[in-house]
């Protein structure tokens, strides 16, 4: 064969016989299963996530990959690593071209973090819930006139202060305020609030950029100016940083008032972390496209700006993991109750109050406006909570005869009865103690309505008693001695998130009590945990999966004498 007819035929011919079998053998090993590409899929995205804050913090510089064509920096500390003193003014009004100033930071380092309580002047526009815009411009430290744009440079950036909100609801006491509850009717109608913080933030990193390969997040704020010998140098990079403007900083303006008070807070900032910001309010902006609210993106928000940046690298790369063991859970649950025909050794009764307090929960996370973040996966549990319920009590439909329950079996029967006698000690301590709270919460408690109390008065005893009901499933392993009835893949997967979860339970805002139930939760995985180990899985048993660990034993082959006696 000439060296054309090689390359033109043997790779064709070498394709089916290499790469084929070795799929084949991948796929009866499990080398491609849901699990385990999944398990791949999160090692590329950690991986991706760790080069992108690496090039985030360490963008292409002059010099690099043989670069010439620079642009340096019009401002730069000295070698002793002293930046020159400066000037930043603040303005306030109505509309951007007809500002007033508001206050003059004279002779300020911009190395040094600083915070200053500034009062406003509210216009009669703004207060008849109008708007209020705020601009700050950086100058030389010696220029004195008037109008900034008489100095040899000045940077600028503006920001509306004002936001259109409904106004938040007030609590009372239902029992002792009866006749002011009519009078306290919500409004939908939003009204004007003022942002009391004005974060403004200064890149202190005075490095030379190649010009090609100018971050994609400077290249909007880059403002250059020729200096003697006609090159071209940037000016300070100087913004305000809409990231740290939250929703818990807003402030009603009510028409009485005729001043605010604003908290101007300035803080040097990395190229990293203002690359970092710049790029995630550019999502969040994107995110309201597809009508996320202000509340949603305010908890996204508190994650950058209120957490640690080593926390929050480790919460980016925990929350890929949360999400790769909530699939991993969510399809072994699905195959396990799918498959389930028995409800022998699991508790009927516990299925059911998982279903009703999820209901509760998912009601109550709504009365408080909680973030999708937290809402939208309650909101799923409800929904799966009640098909596992359906599988449970073997409910059919049909147009002639509707709903039906199905017959249990000998051993369903018994596991139930054993579910029903610790249900009964249950009801008998659960009872006064979720009355006794619900009547305490009425006297002492301020609510927003009956509905608020009603359903604050069920969340508290789900959160505070709920994890009883857990009791039962563990009342019915002790009796039977068995755990091997118990979906455990679906479940250790769902037990480590409980642990990940606890280091959410301190990053997103959530009611203290939803907080304290991520700790509960550790407590029952750690029981199940004990019983596991106190009552080991019969290998010869087949598990939900139709699997069984027993290997066969396979007959002695006889010797070559006992072959010759036989």
Same mark, same amino acid.
């Given at each position: 064969?000439?060296?054309?007819?090689?390359?033109?035929?043997?790779?064709?011919?070498?394709?089916?016989?290499?790469?084929?079998?070795?799929?084949?053998?991948?796929?009866?090993?499990?080398?491609?299963?849901?699990?385990?590409?999944?398990?791949?899929?999160?090692?590329?995205?950690?991986?991706?996530?760790?080069?992108?804050?690496?090039?985030?913090?360490?963008?292409?510089?002059?010099?690099?990959?043989?670069?010439?064509?620079?642009?340096?920096?019009?401002?730069?500390?000295?070698?002793?690593?002293?930046?020159?003193?400066?000037?930043?003014?603040?303005?306030?009004?109505?509309?951007?071209?007809?500002?007033?100033?508001?206050?003059?930071?004279?002779?300020?380092?911009?190395?040094?973090?600083?915070?200053?309580?500034?009062?406003?002047?509210?216009?009669?526009?703004?207060?008849?819930?109008?708007?209020?815009?705020?601009?700050?411009?950086?100058?030389?430290?010696?220029?004195?006139?008037?109008?900034?744009?008489?100095?040899?440079?000045?940077?600028?950036?503006?920001?509306?202060?004002?936001?259109?909100?409904?106004?938040?609801?007030?609590?009372?006491?239902?029992?002792?305020?009866?006749?002011?509850?009519?009078?306290?009717?919500?409004?939908?109608?939003?009204?004007?609030?003022?942002?009391?913080?004005?974060?403004?933030?200064?890149?202190?990193?005075?490095?030379?950029?190649?010009?090609?390969?100018?971050?994609?997040?400077?290249?909007?704020?880059?403002?250059?100016?020729? !200096? /003697? @010998?006609?090159?071209?140098?940037?000016? #300070? +990079?100087?913004?305000?940083?809409?990231?740290?403007?939250?929703?818990? =900083? $807003?402030?009603?303006?009510?028409?009485?008032?005729?001043?605010?008070?604003?908290?101007?807070?300035?803080?040097?900032?990395?190229?990293?972390?203002?690359?970092?910001?710049?790029?995630?309010?550019?999502?969040?902006?994107?995110?309201?496209?597809?009508?996320?609210?202000?509340?949603?993106?305010?908890? !996204? /928000? @508190?994650?950058?700006?209120?957490?640690? #940046? +080593?926390?929050?690298?480790?919460?980016?790369?925990?929350?890929?993991? =949360? $999400?790769?063991?909530?699939?991993?859970?969510?399809?072994?649950?699905?195959?396990?109750?799918?498959?389930?025909?028995?409800?022998?050794?699991?508790?009927?009764?516990?299925?059911?109050?998982?279903?009703?307090?999820?209901?509760?929960?998912?009601?109550?996370?709504?009365?408080?406006?909680?973030?999708?973040?937290?809402?939208?996966?309650?909101?799923?549990?409800? +929904?799966?909570?009640?098909?596992?319920?359906?599988?449970?009590?073997?409910?059919?439909?049909?147009?002639?005869?509707?709903?039906?329950?199905?017959?249990?079996?000998?051993?369903?029967?018994?596991?139930?009865?054993?579910?029903?006698?610790?249900?009964?000690?249950?009801?008998?301590?659960?009872?006064?103690?979720?009355?006794?709270?619900?009547?305490?919460?009425?006297?002492?408690?301020?609510?927003?309505?009956?509905?608020?109390?009603?359903?604050?008065?069920?969340?508290?005893?789900?959160?505070?008693?709920?994890?009883?009901?857990?009791?039962?499933?563990?009342?019915?392993?002790?009796?039977?001695?068995?755990?091997?009835?118990?979906?455990?893949?679906?479940?250790?997967?769902?037990?480590?998130?409980?642990?990940?979860?606890?280091?959410?339970?301190?990053?997103?805002?959530?009611?203290?009590?939803?907080?304290?139930?991520?700790?509960?939760?550790?407590?029952?995985?750690?029981?199940?945990?004990?019983?596991?180990?106190?009552?080991?899985?019969?290998?010869?048993?087949?598990?939900?999966?139709?699997?069984?660990?027993?290997?066969?034993?396979?007959?002695?082959?006889?010797?070559?004498?006992?072959?010759?006696?036989?």
């Amino acid at each position: 064969m000439d060296s054309v007819d090689y390359v033109n035929n043997y790779p064709i011919s070498i394709i089916p016989s290499t790469i084929i079998p070795f799929f084949r053998s991948g796929l009866a090993m499990g080398w491609f299963s849901l699990g385990t590409l999944t398990g791949l899929a999160f090692l590329f995205y950690a991986g991706h996530t760790m080069n992108y804050f690496y090039t985030l913090f360490h963008p292409p510089l002059c010099g690099d990959e043989g670069e010439t064509r620079c642009i340096e920096p019009l401002i730069a500390p000295s070698s002793s690593f002293q930046w020159p003193l400066l000037q930043l003014r603040v303005y306030a009004g109505v509309r951007e071209h007809s500002m007033a100033l508001v206050h003059t930071f004279r002779h300020f380092d911009v190395g040094k973090e600083f915070e200053k309580e500034v009062t406003f002047d509210l216009p009669k526009q703004t207060r008849a819930n109008g708007t209020l815009m705020a601009k700050v411009i950086l100058l030389p430290a010696d220029f004195n006139e008037e109008k900034p744009s008489m100095a040899r440079w000045y940077v600028e950036d503006t920001v509306s202060l004002s936001q259109w909100k409904a106004p938040a609801v007030e609590s009372f006491n239902l029992m002792g305020e009866e006749k002011k509850a009519g009078e306290k009717k919500s409004t939908e109608r939003p009204v004007t609030h003022i942002k009391s913080v004005l974060p403004i933030r200064f890149c202190d990193q005075a490095v030379a950029f190649a010009v090609k390969n100018i971050p994609i997040e400077f290249r909007h704020m880059i403002q250059t100016q020729q !200096v /003697k @010998g006609g090159s071209h140098k940037y000016l #300070p +990079l100087m913004r305000i940083e809409h990231l740290s403007m939250r929703t818990k =900083h $807003l402030n009603q303006v009510k028409p009485s008032n005729d001043t605010t008070t604003v908290l101007v807070s300035y803080s040097p900032s990395s190229i990293g972390k203002m690359r970092l910001f710049i790029s995630t309010e550019v999502s969040l902006n994107n995110l309201l496209q597809l009508h996320l609210t202000e509340d949603d993106l305010d908890e !996204v /928000k @508190g994650i950058f700006v209120d957490t640690n #940046p +080593l926390l929050l690298s480790l919460t980016i790369l925990v929350s890929a993991l =949360h $999400l790769c063991f909530d699939f991993l859970a969510f399809k072994n649950d699905i195959s396990f109750w799918r498959n389930k025909k028995s409800m022998e050794g699991l508790s009927t009764k516990t299925l059911i109050w998982r279903a009703v307090s999820s209901t509760i929960v998912f009601f109550y996370l709504m009365e408080h406006k909680t973030s999708m973040l937290v809402l939208v996966p309650s909101g799923l549990t409800v +929904l799966i909570e009640y098909w596992k319920v359906g599988k449970a009590l073997k409910v059919s439909f049909s147009f002639r005869g509707g709903f039906q329950l199905g017959a249990q079996s000998q051993e369903e029967v018994e596991t139930d009865s054993i579910d029903s006698q610790a249900m009964y000690y249950l009801t008998a301590l659960l009872i006064p103690l979720c009355l006794g709270g619900a009547v305490y919460s009425l006297l002492y408690m301020p609510h927003r309505s009956w509905k608020s109390w009603i359903l604050e008065t069920a969340a508290n005893g789900v959160y505070a008693f709920g994890f009883l009901f857990m009791l039962p499933q563990l009342f019915v392993n002790y009796k039977l001695k068995s755990v091997a009835h118990l979906p455990w893949r679906a479940f250790m997967y769902k037990a480590f998130n409980t642990f990940i979860d606890d280091l959410f339970a301190f990053i997103i805002t959530m009611p203290t009590a939803h907080r304290v139930a991520c700790f509960r939760d550790d407590i029952v995985f750690l029981v199940y945990l004990y019983q596991r180990w106190l009552y080991p899985v019969d290998k010869s048993r087949v598990n939900e999966y139709g699997e069984d660990f027993v290997e066969e034993e396979k007959p002695l082959e006889k010797t070559s004498e006992e072959k010759k006696k036989d």
